[in-house]
């Protein structure tokens, strides 16, 4: 895995949205900080309200059935985007087969490793 403060570009669709700050790994989940580039924009939704959603009950154990539902489909859609990480330092691609984005908060579940050059 690349070390704490490595930095990386997050790609979404094809489009560079972002850079992230790696700031911890633990299994094949990622943390870090994100900062998004102008192009996130485009996607600026889907994340805000996938967030809206995970903190609407935080006050209840459980979500309530229609909360539950429509983060289903908010989970449902940001799991269609895909999604990858760029590495500055050795041009390494993580293929992110989850992607989280809460405010300046980012965390993703890796899905296969490769070098750029095999990136296609």
């Known amino acids: ?28 989940w990622g943390f870090g900080e994100f900062e998004p580039g102008v192009a996130f924009a485009e996607f600026a939704p889907l994340f805000g309200n996938w967030s809206l959603l995970i903190h609407a009950d935080h006050d209840e154990d459980r ?6 539902e429509e983060l289903r489909r908010a ?3 940001l799991d269609a985007l895909r999604c990858k990480l760029v590495f500055d330092d050795d041009d390494e691609v ?6 989280n984005i809460d405010g300046h908060l980012i965390d993703w579940k890796v ?3 490769r070098q750029m050059k095999d990136a296609g």
């Open 111 to 113: 899905g296969r490793r």
């Open 1 to 28: 895995m690349n070390p704490t403060g490595t930095q990386a570009r997050l790609i979404i669709n094809g489009k560079d949205v972002g850079r992230v700050s790696v700031r911890s790994f633990a299994d094949s």
């Open 63 to 68: 979500l309530s059935p229609a909360a539950s």
């Open 75 to 77: 989970e449902l859609a």
């Open 94 to 99: 993580l293929d992110l087969t989850q992607l």
